[in-house]
């Protein structure tokens, strides 16, 4: 359900896009005041639609309430206004708005705006922003469509250690090179071979990623990987903490807690079509090799080789559990 939130002190809107979008059953309209603008951030609509002309502040003042509020920061927003002075129109698209409608604009034009947008949304949210790789949707979509073709294949499931304390020491913006430094060693290896086009490579969020090999190298990509990165991830490290080895951070009581440089944690699954029956059991078994290389010290692979998912890692084995380092 898509949110559509006005902020008019009238009617006259409302009941038009009410009436034009009254055949897309899965958007919901509202109506907000001026001085319900904070009712409408708390529940954090998709598009946000203001008249210019209604309003009882200077809009300015409402994109500042908008844009200053973390869950609004990027939500759409357009403007309907009567006013078609260029400078004043050029002022309100600096100010990060969408589109900007004459009073005037028929409803087949705003009605074609607003799905547009709520297209761009759709597709956005299938792409990472941050490392541009595709998202939930198209992992779920690329699992199905070898799971319903019996096509073998090798699920990697991907991500870093003591990450947190290294944006905790870093900060935030060079976690952020770091999650995109992690994207492309992993996308240098999955999809560098002549074959790339079966191989997918996707990020599910934060410093969690996802790769499907269908090559059968998969051990070999993992050296890589492990490898290239911890050979590249000094770089974004002090020489202080690399020399010593570890980060020092700060707990919430002020005592300095020790915790080891970010490695990289690799778990892998083979998948059969008769091992697994759904992309679900996929999911849990790549949850738990994974959780065992996280328990391992330093960049590690772990590849679950088991044809029979009820066998425990307690026995980790050459023919069950391959356990891999750099």
């Known amino acids: 359900m898509k949110k559509i939130y006005i902020l ?4 006259e809107l409302l009941n038009s896009l009410k009436g034009i979008m009254k055949k897309e059953k899965n958007i919901d309209i509202k109506r907000y005041d001026s001085d319900g603008l904070e009712d409408a951030l708390i529940n954090v609509p998709d598009i946000f639609v203001i008249n210019e002309d209604n309003l009882t502040i200077d809009i300015k003042k409402i994109f500042k309430i908008i844009k200053n509020n973390e869950d609004n920061s990027i ?19 600096k100010n990060d708005v969408e589109i900007y409608l004459q009073s005037s604009v028929s409803s087949e034009v705003l009605y074609y705006s607003i799905m547009n947008i709520i297209k761009l949304l759709n597709r956005n949210r299938m792409v990472s922003p941050l490392t541009g790789l595709p998202g939930n949707v198209q992992i779920q ?8 073709k019996g096509r073998k294949y090798a699920m990697m499931y991907i991500d870093l250690d003591n990450f947190k304390a290294y944006n905790d020491t870093y900060g935030f913006s060079n976690g952020d090179e770091v999650i995109k430094l992690t994207a492309r060693i992993v996308s240098k290896y999955v999809l560098e071979k002549d074959d790339k086009d079966q191989n997918f490579v996707g990020h599910i969020g934060g410093d969690d990623f996802v790769a499907i090999v269908e090559n059968g190298e998969y051990e070999e990509i993992c050296q890589n990987i ?7 991830i000094e770089k974004y490290l002090s020489d202080e903490d690399v020399k010593r080895g570890y980060i020092e951070v700060e707990n919430r009581k002020g005592i300095m807690e020790e915790f080891p440089l970010t490695s990289i944690s690799v778990g892998v699954v083979e998948v ?7 992309t679900l ?10 959780h065992l290389a996280k328990t391992i010290f330093g960049s590690t692979y772990v590849i679950d080789r088991r044809e029979n998912r009820d066998v425990a890692f307690d026995k980790p084995n050459k023919k069950n559990v391959l356990i891999g380092k750099k």
């Open 272 to 278: 059969t079509k008769e091992k697994f029956k759904n």
């Open 141 to 148: 979509a690329e699992m199905n469509k070898r799971l319903s």
């Open 8 to 11: 008019d002190e009238e009617k």
């Open 75 to 93: 939500t759409p927003i357009i403007v309907i206004s009567s006013n078609d002075n260029e400078e004043h129109i050029i002022e309100i698209l």
């Open 281 to 290: 059991e996929i999911g849990e078994a790549g949850a738990a090799v994974k």
């Open 226 to 232: 492990i490898a290239e990165f911890d050979k590249s």
